[in-house]
């Protein structure tokens, strides 16, 4: 049997292991985009459940560790790993209900419901992947009669790293590279995590902060809108955290607005059996004394931001390690709001780069969340965003293959009808708003809108993020890359020549209309000069548009209808 400060310390272990080794990780990535990587998501996704773990008391039981750990993990989730991770540890929150210790037969229950509700989440699950790693290990651990639960999770690892070591047979393009599926490998490496506590050793401890800075700049260095504050510009100095155990007649929505009339940088959220509630305040306990109204409250945490500030600022580490000490869905920009009824439809968008928000906030975007690639927002980021928006139904443009999943838990979470349009790439994203009749029903808007998204062609411009040979081509690191829906047509090392071939090779005999999106890192002069020529190439029967998008990673994005 295991306590709940075992489970707790666990999850811990395994959330450090990840954290300490995700650029290993990450340079599994067979595809040399750079994008939001998979050994960091699955970090940041566990990571978000470090503090309400490392909150709670030695008492705790199974249920409380599991519940607290799937919660945050949860709203936490980023990327398509970080989901199935969170998902893999939901099962651990289900089966484990209303326990205070687990045997072997607990977490084999626990895996197996993990599993099941991943697989449920993916429409089309790839076998090859850290799906197939986490259902062999489940199956073999059923099969086992193993009655202690070390014996148990070394017939885990065991399974589960024969499955991943298959995963290259299962995928030609891992075989190819010469790797395992990272996700999977990220998995096994929380479970090796695990597997240490489980087996009665002390647990991993990080080697370096697992939070990460709000926003840098391409140097690295952060990036901060007042930096200048002074310690008097402080008014609710109290940074207030805690869940509230709901009561008969809990409401977050009261909740909520109770705190934003008595403090500022509110973030509500709730499931089915706690509310958490993050608010700064000058005066925590009419906080406390309106929150008690609706249950019990556990997990608290106050701090008095005038003396963290003070005292980092003495050190001479001043605001900017102030502010990345707090995780970001306690920065959210997005305020509630409740459903207006007046108000059938609204938009909530995915996308980096001012230039591009403000072509969604045009179109009609209500909120846009920004991130992309290598900054895949959380499940609680476009949770906070669909909640600002006070419509009846709120669209979701994820605008990113790798943000969908998120988007997906998101909806499931919101207090207000959301339907998410499986957008994969901006250019989608932009024709699907275009193509928004408010005079149709949410489901045939919906139709309508990814059958529009469907026909868009999407071309990208980005560099080599590693050496690779993917798909029969030599890319060395730093190369420029041309890709078309997708896939790696071209390379070569002249920005403005891939760009115009990728255009001019995108052209189709039914084309009407091009659109060069220039990135961050493309002067007003070359993007200029870029869609001159992409005019030229293609000719005259094609209309060909320019948009300043200001997104990083890619220099280009081409949209081609």
């Known amino acids: ?90 099962g651990f929150s289900k089966a484990l209900k209303e326990k205070r210790t687990a045997s072997a037969a607990d977490l084999v229950a626990a895996l197996q419901m993990g599993v099941e509700g991943a697989y449920k989440a993916v429409m089309k699950p790839t076998e ?22 070390p014996a148990l999770w070394e017939v885990v690892m065991t399974a589960g790293q024969a499955a991943l070591d298959n995963t290259p047979n299962q995928l030609p393009v891992l075989k190819k590279a010469g790797v395992v599926d990272a996700g999977g490998q990220g998995l096994m490496v929380i479970f090796q995590g695990m597997q240490q506590v489980f087996n009665g050793g002390e647990m991993i401890q ?12 391409k140097a690295g260095k952060g990036v901060f809108t007042d930096d200048l504050m002074k310690v008097e510009d402080i008014t609710n100095g109290y940074c207030t955290q805690f869940l509230v155990n709901k009561g008969e007649n809990a409401s977050a929505e009261k909740l909520r607005a109770f705190a934003e009339s008595n403090g500022d940088s509110v973030v509500c959220i709730e499931d089915d059996d706690v ?12 906080i406390l004394s309106e929150a008690i109204k609706h249950g019990y409250l556990t997990n608290f945490k106050i701090e008095n931001m005038h003396e963290q500030f003070l005292a980092r600022q003495a050190q001479g580490k001043g605001l900017e ?12 920009e997005f305020v509630y709001a409740a459903v207006d009824d ?39 980021d476009i949770l906070a965003a669909v909640q600002s928006v006070p419509a009846k139904t709120v ?48 489901d045939d808007n919906a139709v309508a809108m990814m059958q529009a998204a469907d026909r868009v062609s999407t071309g990208l411009v980005t560099f080599a993020a590693r050496d690779s040979d993917f ?35 995108m052209k189709k005999k039914d084309t009407q209309f091009i659109t060069v999106i220039s990135g961050c890192d493309v002067s007003a002069e070359d993007a200029e000069r870029t869609t001159d020529l992409v005019r030229s190439k293609v000719g005259g029967d094609v209309e060909v548009s320019h948009i300043v998008g200001g997104q990083p990673v890619y220099y280009y994005m081409i949209s081609v209808e």
């Open 321 to 332: 390690k102030q502010k990345a000490a707090e995780e970001a869905p306690q920065q959210s």
């Open 342 to 380: 007046s108000m059938p439809y609204g938009f909530v968008a995915v996308a980096a780069g001012e230039g591009l928000k403000n072509v969604f906030m045009d179109l009609g975007a209500n909120a846009v969340v920004s991130g992309g690639q290598t900054m895949n927002p959380s499940t609680q």
């Open 1 to 90: 049997m295991i306590t709940g400060k075992i489970l707790r310390d666990a999850i811990l272990s395994g959330a450090n292991n990840i954290n300490n080794q995700r650029s290993r990780v990450d340079e599994l990535n067979v595809f040399p985009v750079p994008d939001g990587d998979t050994g960091t998501n699955m970090g940041m996704t566990i990571g978000a459940a470090i503090p309400e773990l490392s909150a709670m008391g030695d008492d705790c039981t199974v249920e409380e560790a599991a519940k607290a750990a799937a919660s945050a993990m949860l709203r936490g989730a980023r990327g398509n790993s970080g989901v199935i991770t969170s998902l893999l540890f939901r």
């Open 471 to 505: 798909d029969g081509k030599k890319i060395k690191k730093g190369e420029i890359m041309a890709l078309e829906n997708g896939k790696i047509v071209s390379v070569g090392t002249d920005i403005t020549k891939v760009t115009y071939r990728l255009a001019r090779s």
């Open 128 to 149: 090859g992947t850290m799906l197939t790693v986490a259902r062999v290990a489940s199956e073999e651990a059923a099969k086992c009669d193993a009655q202690e639960v």
């Open 206 to 217: 990080p080697q370096e902060p697992v939070t990460k800075k709000p926003g840098t700049d």
């Open 275 to 286: 509310i958490n509630l993050h608010v700064h305040t000058s005066d925590p306990g009419v």
């Open 395 to 442: 669209f979701v443009l994820p605008n990113n293959k790798n943000i969908i999943m998120a988007a997906e838990q998101a909806q499931k979470l919101a207090d207000r009808a959301v339907v998410v349009l499986p957008t994969r790439t901006v250019p989608q994203g932009i024709t699907a708003m275009l193509n928004f009749d408010p005079d149709s029903s949410s």
